[in-house]
């Protein structure tokens, strides 16, 4: 049986001042500066995982003719480590982070890394950079955000599945997502270019279904959008999800309902969350098929008073309106009770704020 990675410390790790750490704390840029470490391992064909350890934040060393950069074989996560108010660090719900890890390496055929290994590199990571996780803050929702992925790393411009792969782990303090915080955003509805199709890649974690999303992602911006909600590639009418997060709609009955998982939307953990704590909260979830139009069509009838987006950067982020083409569709109650209520419970659990009665959290620190 392999031995688990133990992603020790290097020997020559440098650290960041408490001044420059406390300064990029004060006003976190959503992954635009990084910690002072990575936590690295590499699998080899025949010879499996090896050389990890927790190194200094560098470079990788990718030629021009690294296979990653001519057919995109790679994967990455997203997570976070939250300070609680006794200072002590937490993970949450690492495993499943690792779970989809592997499905999407399986995916794009790239070795699995065992989901403790997986979780180990996270807490490591976490545990040697604890200065970089920041306290929650005023708005209370600072964190570490830690980003997982894996890359074929090898020179070679044939075809084929890498016999050389390279994990990794990086991290960014982060504030709100959205910048000004959590306020109700207008969605772009693309009904034509489609981020994933039946048999792609839609429910992997890979860069290639987030590059689709971009073009459309342009245009949601040029018209004052902040993100495109896609439909599917075949019907053009079954939402799917936005270009990085979940969609849900809560109904005037009290039903929570998203579009079932169906191979090309990806299974996210903040989603999968939402669902499990929604009865606590009277509500009733609900996965299957929604129409687009079954949709827009509830929220001007009230039907759907609530809509909302869902994921690990933006936790829960209100609908207010949609353009649909040149027809603007305003949410009744674009920051409801209920979108609010979902949204301060998830981050009670994750901030330790509420006691975690389903053992979601793993303490690094």
């Known amino acids: 049986m392999a031995m688990s990675l133990r992603f020790a410390s290097a020997d020559d790790l440098t650290w960041s001042s408490d001044e420059r750490i406390a300064l990029e704390h004060a006003t976190p840029r959503f992954g635009e500066v990084f910690i002072d470490h990575m936590a690295l391992a590499t699998w080899q064909a025949g010879d499996g995982w090896g050389d990890d350890a927790v190194v200094n934040y560098r470079g990788l060393d990718i030629n021009p003719g690294g296979a990653v950069l001519h057919y995109a074989q790679e994967i990455f996560e997203g997570l976070k480590a939250y300070r609680h108010a006794d200072g002590s660090v937490w993970l949450f719900r690492p495993d499943q982070n690792g779970e989809r890890f592997a499905l999407s390496a399986e995916r794009l055929a790239l070795p699995k890394l065992p989901i403790e290994d997986f979780v180990n590199a996270c807490v490591r990571l976490a545990e040697v950079d604890a200065r970089w996780v920041p306290d929650p803050g005023e708005d209370g929702e600072k964190s570490l955000y830690l980003r997982p992925f894996m890359i074929a790393n090898q020179d070679f411009l044939g075809v084929a599945p890498a016999t050389r792969v390279l994990f990794s782990v990086i991290g960014s303090p982060v504030g709100a997502y959205f910048v000004g915080g959590v306020k109700p955003v207008r969605i772009l509805v693309e009904r034509q270019q489609a981020r994933t199709a039946p048999g792609g890649t839609g429910e992997a974690k890979c860069g290639g279904n987030y590059a689709a999303s971009l073009r459309s992602q342009i245009e949601a911006q040029a018209r004052g959008c902040a993100q495109v909600l896609f439909v599917d590639a075949v019907e053009h009418r079954w939402i799917e999800e936005l270009g990085g997060m979940n969609f849900m709609a809560v109904s005037k009955d009290g039903q929570l309902i998203t579009p079932e998982l169906t191979g090309t939307i990806l299974r996210g953990i903040t989603r999968r969350s939402i669902l499990e ?31 909302f987006a869902c994921g690990t950067a933006a936790v829960v982020t209100p609908i207010g309106s949609f353009l649909d083409g040149d027809d603007e569709v305003t949410v009744a109650e674009p920051t409801g009770k209920t979108t609010m209520e979902i949204r301060r419970r998830l981050l009670d659990i994750q901030f330790g704020r509420a006691e975690d009665t389903r053992g979601w959290l793993k303490r690094v620190c």
């Open 277 to 307: 704590v929604a009865p606590d909260l009277g509500l009733e979830p609900v996965e299957r098929k929604l129409g687009i139009d079954e949709m827009l069509d509830g929220v001007r009838s009230g039907e759907f008073p609530e809509v």
